[in-house]
């Protein structure tokens, strides 16, 4: 457990692209270590937000969505612990190791930000444009050049692997009725999910998508039973 720690502690301290294994060794003991040390940073982090709140530095964020809200049953458990995981890490986590999906994700969120903000889907025509901005600058400078795109890309992921997960944090301001409204504050309301996201992010780099999923899963299914036993 404490090698573990360790490596992770390396790894997101400079994100890179490591070679995934073709078979790993004990897969659920492995799964069931990386769950605890996500529930751990998770609340962890929960409780720090938590302490900023009570202690005034930041004002409450606010009635979630959930006490606002009434759903089904069934979604209580099949959005956390079977939707959620699967969709959320084909958006935020499969990207990470092909640079064009790189530059949709980017385009996507510049897209997603501006239509929160003006409050209209017409935001979403900037994603297009600056795909094909992106696109077109990374196609002219930087494939012609083997040694160039490894410097590039060594030098843009570990920004882009932290820019992921703070937006899979912020994407869960929709937890709250407040929404985009927290911002400029929102990272604070959402530091569990951002502690989650980082491990979530070194799973997926290091052991693949399906082991990134589970561990999504495993993190979800606790609060998921308890929500669920409320109703």
Not at 135 to 159: D, L, M
Not at 183 to 197: C, N
């Amino acid at each position: 457990m404490i090698a573990l720690i360790k490596e992770i502690k390396a790894y997101l301290n400079y994100p890179q692209l490591v070679h995934i294994p073709k078979k790993v060794d004990q897969p659920a003991m492995l799964l069931f270590r990386l769950m605890l040390i996500c529930l751990f940073a998770g609340i962890s982090a929960g409780i720090f937000g938590g302490l900023l709140v009570n202690s005034g530095l930041i004002p409450p964020p606010g009635p979630s969505v959930l006490e606002s809200n009434s759903y089904p049953e069934y979604m209580l458990l099949l959005g956390p612990i079977v939707l959620g995981p699967v969709f959320e890490e084909l958006i935020f986590r499969a990207q990470l190791r092909r640079f064009t999906g790189n530059i949709v994700f980017i385009s996507t969120i510049a897209g997603v930000l501006i239509s929160a903000v003006i409050k209209s889907y017409w935001g979403f025509l900037i994603s297009p444009v600056l795909f094909s901005i992106l696109f077109i600058i990374y196609r002219i400078t930087v494939p012609a050049s083997v040694s160039r795109k490894f410097r590039f890309w060594n030098a843009v992921f570990p920004w882009h692997f932290h820019f992921t997960a703070i937006c899979f944090a912020l994407m869960h301001l929709q937890n709250f009725e407040k929404g985009i409204a927290l911002l400029p504050l929102g990272i604070l309301y959402t530091l569990p999910q951002l502690a989650a996201g980082l491990v979530l992010g070194f799973t997926r780099m290091n052991y693949g998508l399906k082991y990134s999923i589970a561990l999504h899963a495993l993190y979800n299914l606790l609060p998921a039973l308890l929500l669920f036993s409320k109703y």
